[in-house]
Structures are given as C-alpha cells and as structure tokens.
C-alpha cells in the first residue's frame, strides 16, 4: 500500500532552517511527484511547491521563492522540504502528499511534521 | 492565481440532514480540475472528489460533487457522525501550481 512516512517534529528558532523528510514506499516513485502543504494552527491548507521525482522539475509558490528547496533522493524513494530563515509565521504543521501533475489530484498524504518556530 | 472562495464558513446541521457545500473560483477551473478533502482534527486531508464529480476509490455514495468553470458543489445527501469535519476545495487545472479554498466547517446543531 502507498505510505508516505515524514521526519518527527522539530523545534527552530527565528531565522535558523529546517529540513523536513518524506519517505515513499508502495509505488514506483519516479512516476510522481511530491507536493508539499502546510497549516498552520487553525488554519486552512497552504500550497508550498511541487517537485517532480522523475526529473527534479520544482514549482514554488510565489511567496515562499527564495526561502524553500525541494529535493527527492530516487535512491532512497526520499523527498526533502527545507525551508531558511525561519519566522514565528512559519510554524505549522507541515505535508508531503503524492501528485502526478496530471488528471488526478493528490491523492496520498504524509502524518504530518509539526515545526515551531520560537525564540 | 487562481483564488478559491469556499461559503459558508461554518455549516450547523442535525446527522440525517443534507449538506451543500460551495467553492467559487476567480478564473475557469481549466478540465473542471476540481477536487473535495475531508479533514478531521488530528489527521492528513483525504481525498473525496476529483474531477468536480467523480468520487475517489472507498467514497460512500452520499459525497456527491457537482459544478463547472467557476462555481462547484459539494452535497453530503445524509450527514453520518463520522462526516463532521472541514472541507476544502482544490483546484489542480492550473498544474502543478494547485490553490487551496479556505475550507467550511460542517459542526453537530
């Protein structure tokens, strides 16, 4: 069965990065690609990017240029979130979710990883 | 960008009761790319409708999703206890750059 299967929480301070892991398992992996989403508490569901794990094509979210890269490792079936020069705002619980950039939409998602940003 | 208006924000209805859920685009969703996603507190958003009408493998029949172009709907014909949650529309025409709705909360009365 598909699973994908993210990094535990982390704790960051203003400004510092993190790097948020999602393991895939249960399908060709360089047939899709991996979105990343996140909501912060309360909130509703933020796009971040998409990244092809066929060809590491990156599609970012206009807001968030600059800041964030996303990578995958087809080696490991592995896709990689980081995100620099953290701020309160970004605290949130961050997604992978598989998409094939196609006729479907996203179908399966990571449990989540919860990443605070406090000083 | 495509923006997505979800209404109403929250929904206050009695298990049994039919619900209708709205999502306006601000452009032509292009090939009706249109998704729904259940979301309960605790957990990942899953997949309900794709494509404005078709429903996702292991959706009961009582998810409907209906619209085209800039106005879609989604109608839970019988609330069970298990469907109060926040849903959210998602436009994928515009791939891979996707918009999220900001969600309409379905809550017990």
């Known amino acids: 069965q598909v699973q994908l299967v993210q990094s535990g929480a982390e704790v960051k301070k203003p400004g510092a990065s993190v790097k948020v892991s999602c393991k895939a398992s249960g399908y060709t992996f360089t047939s899709y690609g991996i979105s990343w989403v996140r909501q912060a508490p309360g909130q509703g569901l933020e796009w971040m990017g998409w990244i092809s794990a066929y060809n590491g094509n990156t599609n970012y979210v206009q807001k968030l240029q600059g800041r964030v890269t996303m990578t995958t490792d087809t080696s490991t079936s592995t896709a990689y979130m980081e995100l620099r020069s953290l701020r309160s705002d970004d605290t949130a619980v961050y997604y992978c979710a598989r998409y094939s950039s196609g006729w479907y939409p996203i179908d399966y998602w990571g449990q989540g990883t919860l990443v605070t940003v406090s000083s | 960008e495509i923006v997505l208006t979800q209404s109403p924000g929250t929904l206050s209805l009695s298990p049994g009761e039919r619900a209708t859920l709205s999502c306006r685009a601000s452009?032509?969703?292009?090939?009706?790319?249109l998704a729904w996603y259940q979301q309960k507190p605790g957990q990942a958003p899953r997949l309900l409708i794709y494509?404005?009408?078709s429903r996702a493998t292991g959706i009961p029949d009582r998810f409907s999703g209906s619209g085209s172009g800039t106005d879609f709907t989604l109608t839970i014909s019988r609330l069970e206890p298990e469907d109060f949650a926040v849903y959210y529309c998602q436009q994928y025409g515009s791939s891979p750059q996707l918009t999220f709705g900001g969600g309409t909360k379905v809550e017990i009365k």
């Open positions: 494509g404005a009408s």
């Open positions: 452009q032509s969703v292009s090939s009706n790319y």
